[in-house]
């Protein structure tokens, strides 16, 4: 089956930067859309960052000018470089992506199981 599995998420310190990863593996026929969403304790689940098949990426205000998505289609990866961090972006970072499978041709969305950056001194 399709999955998708992050890396890259640790404790860092305000004003540092991580680079998140998601991988996409399985029977993969189309990768449409990729996104990143966070989700903080206590808070609703936002979209941070996405980037179509042809790389027009979109950010949440708050991130603009301090984290970049990039894509790497022959891997099916998506990055998120995140730059300047401050506590603010504490959260759960999730990759979600809409897949068209071999096996059924449609595409679907597919979840991560997210991974944990915490920013604190």
């Known amino acids: 089956q399709v999955q998708l599995v992050e890396s890259g998420g640790n404790l860092v310190q305000p004003g540092g930067s991580l680079r998140l990863s998601c991988a996409a593996s399985g029977p993969i026929l189309r990768i449409y859309r990729m996104t990143w969403y966070r989700q903080a304790p206590g808070k609703q689940r936002e979209l941070v960052a996405g980037?179509?098949?042809?790389?027009?990426?979109n950010y949440l205000d708050s991130v603009k000018g301090r984290f970049t998505i990039s894509r790497d289609n022959a891997k099916a990866t998506i990055y998120l470089q995140m730059n300047s961090l401050n506590p603010e972006d504490t959260a759960v970072y999730s990759c979600n992506a809409d897949i068209a499978t071999l096996t059924s041709g449609r595409s679907t969305d597919y979840w991560g199981q997210g991974t944990q950056v915490t920013v604190s001194s």
């Open positions: 980037i179509t098949s042809t790389g027009v990426t």
